[in-house]
């Protein structure tokens, strides 16, 4: 038998704003958001997707439009999608959505990607209290390869995925989202949790401005009313959603719940590598791109597959089979973190400092072989690196480690006798990076002062 041609059910065009687009995109999670298209299960369908800030980003040497990004118009996600099954039923709640994702691939003709670090004081991240300013790298592909003129003297391949995908929640567990995450911000006032960490803020709570809703009419009541209540698409959540997971790859098999009818899939913010954390959280190798996909429905599966975790029923996680197809390395470099925070306190069993602590240590390790701290926080945000919590149990510890492959450098990075060499990537670029000013603290390493 030839092989089926996918059809086609979202087409977007990258010269155009989101809200232009002839199949509407959205950028928030809500039950009432209609479907754009329907598909049937075992139907070979093609999705394409703009970058995950909709075209805010450009392909130059400049890091002013990370700096200045409208942070509440991001993540356009193409669908939702209704699935049917071979009688031409919905998925039911209650059922799990089988999503196999059978190709993807950046979108022809737009072949690059941006990693970046957000200003401190609009979006931030993971190490924001060390890096506050906002920076940016640009990546064209070769095939299967990524390089980078502003970080020199490395190239890898990508494991492409969607860093969001997903199904609409019921209004039941939006409600459950919203309750609690509004809670999360109420209850914790001060800068910094455990002292330690400074992403702010705590979460994104539903927000008008920015929002766009689909095939809903801009302006009407009821765009007003889904606005004002729909859920921000920042977090992973029971639906999938951003879950940044690398591994969500070719060949591989996610697992959803399905809350509504028709399950309603979404997807977007396809990215042409990660490392484990996106820790620089604008992290991956961002980029459009497109997704070929096959559905199928386990009628009553979440019942006797998905055990709650939590009050009730709708507490439950997606799961997914690795695919066949990844980058294969044999050389590592492996870096440890334990739950000690810079200024030397101990945290109990505190997985995010250990982590942390890890990335840390492998910055200042890979700074001594020409790069600079950002170029070094961006490419362990971007490339194949493998993120572990090795200890759990051994109070007062935890125990990170991030794991680097060294073939992705065209230099010896390990450690050597003599001082390491930097001869072969002497600051001939750097990433461009904007001037920070704010008046937040800058946590420094005591040891080098």
């Not at 009432?32 to 369908?45: G, R, Y």
């Not at 095939?215 to 889904?226: E, F, N, R």
């Not at 919590?389 to 073939?407: E, M, R, W």
Request: include cysteine.
């Amino acid at each position: 038998m030839a092989p089926r041609t996918p059809k086609s059910v979202v087409k977007v065009d990258v010269t155009k704003q989101p809200w232009e687009q002839d199949s509407p995109l959205h950028n928030r999670w809500h039950p009432d958001i209609p479907p754009v298209a329907q598909v049937s299960v075992e139907e070979l369908f093609r999705v394409e997707t703009i970058d995950w800030t909709g075209g805010q980003i450009l392909d130059n040497d400049s890091a002013e439009d990370v700096k200045n990004i409208d942070l509440s118009r991001v993540h356009y996600l193409s669908g939702p999608i209704r699935v049917m099954d071979e009688a031409g039923k919905p998925a039911i709640p209650g059922d799990i959505l089988v999503v196999e994702i059978c190709n993807l691939g950046p979108l022809p003709g737009d072949e690059w990607g941006f990693t970046g670090t957000f200003d401190r004081e609009n979006g931030g991240g993971f190490l924001t209290d060390h890096f506050p300013s906002a920076t940016k790298a640009i990546w064209h592909f070769d095939g299967i390869f990524a390089y980078s003129r502003h970080i020199p003297g490395v190239r890898f391949p990508g494991l492409i995925h969607p860093g969001l995908i997903g199904t609409a929640p019921s209004k039941e567990l939006l409600d459950i989202w919203n309750s609690r995450e509004r809670l999360l911000v109420e209850e914790t006032p001060s800068l910094t949790l455990c002292s330690s960490l400074h992403t702010r803020p705590l979460a994104n709570l539903p927000l008008a401005k920015g929002a766009l809703l689909g095939k809903i009419p801009p302006g009407s009541s009821q765009w007003q009313a889904i606005a004002n209540e729909a859920a921000r698409t920042i977090p992973g959540r029971e639906n999938g959603g951003n879950c940044d997971i690398k591994n969500l790859s070719r060949g591989c098999k996610v697992y959803f719940p399905v809350f509504v009818e028709g399950a309603n899939l979404s997807m977007g913010d396809m990215h042409f590598s990660q490392g484990d954390g996106e820790v620089s959280f604008c992290g991956a190798i961002e980029m459009s791109g497109f997704l070929e996909l096959r559905c199928e429905i386990l009628r009553g599966g979440m019942e006797r597959y998905m055990t709650p975790i939590g009050p009730t029923k709708l507490h439950v996680h997606p799961l997914f089979e690795i695919g066949p197809l990844e980058p294969r390395f044999s050389e590592w470099l492996v870096f440890e973190g334990v739950s000690v925070d810079e200024s030397g306190k101990q945290h109990f069993l505190d997985a995010s400092i250990a982590y942390k602590r890890a990335v840390l240590n492998a910055i200042h390790y890979f700074s001594n072989f020409g790069y600079s701290k950002e170029q070094v926080y961006l490419l362990l945000s971007c490339c194949p690196c493998e993120g572990r919590i090795s200890g759990i149990v051994d109070a007062p510890n935890a125990v990170a480690t991030l794991a680097v492959p060294t073939a992705i450098f065209d230099q010896d990075v390990r450690p050597k006798r003599g001082t390491p060499s930097a001869a072969r990537v002497i600051q001939q670029a750097n990433v461009p990076k904007c001037v920070y000013e704010g008046k937040l603290p800058i946590t420094k390493v005591l040891s080098l002062e």
